[in-house]
């Protein structure tokens, strides 16, 4: 075994690389023409940085690390960042920025794959052009005339971020609307729509979409009942479209899901493109999304900034927001003149993006009596002891912690009995699917002790011991399937829910609820890869809220447990949230922040400052 495959196996041995990584660290190898231990190693590591969802590498996490090589008491060193960054530089197979080689190092000693790298400058660079737009036409006493309409004062909140939200969208060709839930993300973009519609000699050509199925048929959802709300004109409420798609669909996905129809070539035909749930969108996407937009659409982002990152790759909505502090003090003027009251104590902000991002504050769904709101707000600030207190308290009726000895099972089990005495009562397919979402088992994991797999058969068990089910069986009534592999034949999606349901001749289908709230129906033999889902990860339920939440974690430690993870699965909860955990790690958690390492944050707030600068990792400036 050469030097190469020592270091590669020690790494193995510790489960800090994957055999993916080590066949992409020979590859890479074998490119340069010999088996070197600090190109392979390098290649390793930043091959599973991406596969855990990070952008690069950043060096100084592993330089001068020690690890044993399991064969004695051999250890391996890595070298120092300097010597690392040095010998790197002397490959043919890593560049610096700008050239065409299979891995990049940048100007602090970042590692990226060449396509990560690429994705991160052009989605930088598109979001600063956009946001360096200015909007030509805009007749500004129209605009404020329908400000006032349509955000009335009310006194119930010194300053009406909606309203604010509104009025930067209109002047501005990127606008990010980050809030919690309740804080009216949806609600607002109607208004806006209608502000827009207005500025419009004729109708503008708007989307709607989400990266999934089920956040896309919320956002349908929540703009047809808002537009019914609404005082608008006829003219107006027809220009507001109701449909909303798939990202994926949007862009004209194929099978592989990699390259889309529309591209910087063959542009989307919008004016305005409306995109729910981008913490949900990971880099590759989100650039590909906005090399498709023509370049004078306006885009809105909707998110919220302290959610989950994506599955893969980036956490692009926090970067986006980065440390917003408020706007320009010329913008900020401006919004005041528009909106005709002032913005209050907020602060001032001068980077490239600052205009172009509101903050919703004031949750219309969580009230200060509201136990959800308040330890969303504990978990958000990282105040591990005001969690537990809130948690430990009776004075609110909303969220409940279940003792350390009690099983996560008898409660999930009692809760989904509910839902499958309404499916043996032979409802309907839209009162099935109603029940079922009254409730979720969510989980930190999907394998180990109480992660999904787990859980899942667990449920299962007890509800069949209850009589509610028959789990020896592979299909029964009410068993609910999330579907994990996209099909796009069959226009099923990685996570598409569906529930069986048994018809009047007895036979079973698998029943999915479409965006368009049809129903359609499938033989099981027909679908593509599924599991069952009395349980689904927290990552899973994003885009979807439920009546009551259970969030179980672990017994042990783990790096995805952070507070973004809790906050996450606590806001799935409409009117009661449980948990059931240990109190060590629920403080670890609240403790731990997620850390996606990549150079996008820096990039777009301090703009081309850090690329200017003169480099000597090559030896070499960037021209």
């Known amino acids: 075994m050469d030097a190469l495959d020592r270091q590669l196996y020690a790494f193995r041995e510790q489960q800090v690389l994957t055999e993916l990584d080590l066949q992409f660290a ?86 990226y794959l060449y396509r990560y790298w690429d994705y991160e400058q052009q989605l930088a660079s598109d979001l600063l052009q956009r946001a360096a737009q200015t ?65 419009y000699e004729t109708p503008p050509a708007i989307a709607l979409a989400a990266p999934t199925g089920k956040a896309a048929a919320r956002l349908q959802g929540s703009i047809r009942s808002t537009k019914q709300r609404l005082d608008l004109g006829p003219a107006t409420r027809d220009a507001i479209p109701e449909h909303a798609v798939t990202l994926h669909r949007l862009l004209g996905g194929g099978h592989n899901a990699v390259s889309f129809r529309h591209n910087r070539g063959n542009p989307l035909p919008l004016d305005v493109l409306i995109l729910d749930e981008a913490s949900m969108v990971d880099l590759a996407l989100m650039s590909k999304l906005l090399q498709a937009l023509p370049e004078k659409a306006r885009l809105i982002l909707l998110g919220d900034r302290n959610q989950l990152a994506s599955v893969e ?48 504050k004031h949750s219309y769904r969580f009230g200060s009596e509201s136990g959800i709101g308040r330890l969303a707000e504990a978990v958000n600030q990282g105040d591990a002891e005001q969690v537990i207190q809130l948690l430990s308290s009776d004075a609110y009726g909303d969220i409940l912690w279940h003792a350390e000895d009690e099983s996560p099972i008898e409660a999930a089990a009692t809760s989904y009995q509910v839902y499958l005495e309404v499916v043996g009562d032979g409802a309907g397919v ?32 007890e509800l069949d011991r209850r009589g509610l089910i028959r789990a020896d069986h592979t299909w029964y009534p009410g068993r609910p399937v999330l579907i994990t592999r996209n099909d796009y034949n069959l226009h099923l999606y990685n996570g598409d829910i569906g529930i069986t349901m048994q018809l ?49 974690l672990p017994r042990a430690d783990s790096p995805i447990l952070t507070r973004e993870l809790i906050y996450t699965g606590l806001t799935r909860a409409i009117n009661t949230f449980e948990i059931n955990a240990l109190q060590s790690f629920i403080k670890v958690a609240v403790q731990r922040r997620l850390s996606r390492i990549s150079g996008l944050k820096e990039r777009l707030w301090e703009g081309n400052k850090a690329v200017s600068e003169q480099l000597s990792l090559f030896g070499k400036e960037i021209e």
Not at 87 to 101: N, R, S, W
Not at 345 to 351: C, L, P, R, V
């Open 26 to 111: 020979r590859f890479i190898c074998r490119l340069e023409g010999k088996a070197s231990p600090v190109l392979g190693v390098a290649a390793a590591l930043v091959s599973n940085s991406t596969m855990t969802g990070h952008i690069c590498l950043e060096l100084d996490e592993w330089s001068g690390r020690e690890i044993k090589t399991g064969e004695g008491d051999e250890i391996v060193s890595l070298p120092g960042k300097a010597s690392w960054i040095s010998a790197l530089g002397e490959t043919q197979v890593v560049g610096h920025p700008g050239d065409y080689c299979p891995l990049v190092m940048d100007e602090k000693g970042r590692l």
């Open 135 to 199: 909007i030509s036409g805009i007749d500004e006493d129209r605009l404020t005339k329908s400000l006032q309409g349509l955000f009335p004062k009310t006194g119930e909140v010194a300053t009406d971020w909606q309203k604010v939200a509104a009025a930067v969208a209109a002047l501005k060709g990127l606008s990010v609307i980050s809030g919690g839930p309740g804080t009216g993300k949806t609600t607002t973009v109607v208004r806006i729509l209608a502000l827009l519609v207005e500025q």
């Open 313 to 360: 790759a980036g956490a692009v909505l926090g970067d986006i927001c980065g440390n917003w502090r408020g706007f320009s003090p010329g913008f900020r003027k401006e919004l005041e003149q528009l909106i005709c009251e002032s913005l209050g104590d907020m602060g001032q902000d001068a980077g490239p993006l600052s205009d172009s991002i509101v903050e919703l």
């Open 430 to 461: 839209e009162q099935v699917f109603d029940a079922f979402d009254r409730f979720r088992v969510l989980c930190a994991t999907r394998q180990g002790a109480l992660g999904v797999e787990e859980m899942n058969v667990a449920i299962s068990s």
């Open 504 to 552: 009047p001749d007895g036979s079973l289908r698998v029943c999915f609820r479409s965006v368009d709230e049809t129903v359609r129906h499938f033989s099981p033999s027909r679908l593509p890869q599924h599991e069952t889902v009395f349980a689904m990860t927290v990552h899973k339920s994003q885009g979807s809220e439920f009546e009551r939440v259970l969030l179980v």
